[in-house]
């Protein structure tokens, strides 16, 4: 049943809008969904990684599967006023709810960011959130998201990975 189980919450995940651009005032019928957040980050994580080095698949699978907590607990941001603590234990006990070991492991080992896997997909979701930001920037100039990119030089080390930053944001618009 854990295959079903996590088929359905991939499935919610396409109903859950992503918390942070609503907070920032992007109207609500252009907010990406969580899904649509996820599948890109696994699309960076299929194609940006260098793959002679890293396990591509278990990094995909890991892209995949880190907001898979969301449908039971939202999409928490700082502002939702919920420790960092108490979120990583409420996401490890919904992605626990869906019976899978290997979700549960993958899914810890990215929240533990400790093997180069973990550490590469966690800085391809904020390069997912920065592309995201300066998409909605283009499309929404008289919103601040300035917050949303501040800082991603110090988070992203990798160097393609700050290359594809790099270049979305000279990119034209779309």
């Not at 502002?79 to 492991?105: H, Q």
Request: contains cysteine; charged residues 30%; positive net charge.
């Amino acid at each position: 049943m854990s295959k079903m189980d996590i088929l359905a919450a991939a499935g919610k995940l396409k109903r859950v809008k992503r918390q942070g651009w609503l907070d920032a005032g992007i109207p609500a019928s252009d907010v990406e969904s969580v899904a649509d957040h996820s599948f890109r980050t696994a699309c960076i994580a299929a194609f940006m990684a260098p793959a002679d080095s890293l396990d591509v698949l278990k990094m995909v699978k890991m892209a995949l599967i880190h907001d898979l907590a969301e449908p039971v607990i939202g999409d928490l941001t700082p502002r939702s006023g919920v420790p960092k603590k108490k979120k990583a234990l409420m996401e490890e006990e919904a992605i626990r709810r869906l019976d899978s070991r290997e979700a549960l492991s993958l899914w810890k080992e990215y929240d533990a960011g400790r093997t180069q896997e973990a550490r590469l997909v966690r800085e391809m979701d904020i390069v997912e959130r920065v592309m995201q930001a300066l998409d909605y920037g283009r499309r929404h100039p008289d919103k601040d998201l300035a917050h949303f990119w501040n800082g991603w030089k110090k988070l992203i080390r990798t160097p393609q990975l700050r290359v594809l930053i790099e270049k979305s944001v000279s990119a034209p618009t779309q």
